[in-house]
C-alpha cells in the first residue's frame, strides 16, 4: 500500500540554523510534490510545489529538493526564525484530485 | 489570490442535531473542492471531493448519508453533518482546486472545530 512518511513527527532547532525537514514514500509514483505550513487550529497553507521533473526549487528561505530515485524530498528553511515555528506537511499528487498528505512535522525554533 | 474562508470557524452542538460548514472561494471560481477532517496530531483525511453541480465523490468509509455536500455554486460548497454524534468532533477543512502554472494544487481554508456534546 502507499506510504508517505515525514522523517520525525518533531524537530527542535536554534534560530539562524537550517531546518532540514524528510518527506519518503513508497509505493507511489507522484507527478508531483508539495509542502504546506499549518498552524495550530489553523488550515494549511500552500508553500512550494516541485514537479517530478525538477530537482529543486526555491522560494525566498525555503529550498525543496524532489528525488524520484530515492523517492525522498526534502524541505529545508534557512536561517531558521522563531516564526518558523508550524507543522510542515507534504503532499504527492497526480492530480489536483489526487494528493495525498503525510502526517506532519512540527517544527520549533527556538530563539 | 486564491483565497477560501469558511463559516463557522468553531461550532458546539448537541449530540443528534445537525451541523452545516459553508466553504467559499473569494476571489476566484472552483468547480473542484475538497472535504477533509483532521483528527488532533493525525493527517487530513480526505472525505469527498465536491464538483459543481454534480454529485459529491465520497472517499471510501465516508458515510455520503450523514455528511451531506453540496455545491450548488462555483465558490460555495457546503457540508453537513447530520445526526452529529461525539465522535464526529473533528476539525473539518475545506480546499479548492486551483490551476497553478500547468498544475492544479489545493488552497485550504481556515478549518472549523466541530464539537459535539
Known amino acids: 500500500s502507499q506510504k508517505i512518511e515525514q522523517n520525525s513527527e518533531a524537530l527542535n532547532i536554534q534560530e539562524g540554523k537550517t531546518a532540514t525537514l524528510t518527506c519518503n514514500y513508497t509505493n507511489y509514483s507522484p507527478a508531483y510534490l508539495q509542502w504546506y505550513r499549518q498552524d495550530p487550529g489553523r488550515g494549511p497553507v500552500f508553500l512550494l510545489l516541485?514537479?517530478?521533473?525538477?530537482k529543486e526549487k526555491r522560494k525566498e528561505r525555503l529550498k525543496v529538493t524532489f528525488d524520484t530515485t530515492l523517492k525522498q524530498s526534502l524541505f529545508h528553511i534557512t536561517a531558521s526564525q522563531p516564526a518558523d515555528s508550524a507543522t510542515y506537511l507534504c503532499a504527492l499528487g497526480r492530480g489536483a484530485n489526487d494528493m495525498r498528505f503525510g502526517a506532519g512535522t512540527r517544527l520549533t525554533v527556538k530563539p | 489570490g486564491a483565497v477560501v474562508s469558511q463559516h463557522p470557524s468553531w461550532v458546539i452542538c448537541k449530540s443528534g442535531t445537525s451541523v452545516k460548514i459553508e466553504c467559499r472561494s473569494l476571489d476566484f471560481q472552483a468547480t473542484t473542492m475538497f472535504w477533509y477532517r483532521q483528527f488532533p496530531k493525525q493527517s487530513l483525511m480526505l472525505m469527498a471531493t465536491?464538483?459543481?453541480?454534480?454529485?459529491?465523490?465520497?472517499e471510501q468509509g465516508v458515510e455520503k448519508d450523514k455528511f451531506l455536500i453540496n455545491h450548488a455554486s462555483l465558490t460555495l460548497s457546503t457540508l453537513t453533518v447530520t445526526s452529529a454524534h461525539p465522535e464526529d468532533s473533528s476539525f473539518y477543512i475545506c480546499?479548492?482546486?486551483?490551476?497553478?502554472?500547468?498544475?492544479?494544487?489545493?488552497?485550504f481554508g481556515p478549518g472549523t472545530r466541530l464539537t459535539v456534546l
Open positions: 480546499s479548492a482546486r486551483v490551476p497553478l502554472g500547468g498544475t492544479d494544487t489545493q488552497y
Open positions: 465536491s464538483n459543481e453541480g454534480s454529485k459529491a465523490t465520497y
Open positions: 516541485i514537479r517530478e521533473n525538477e
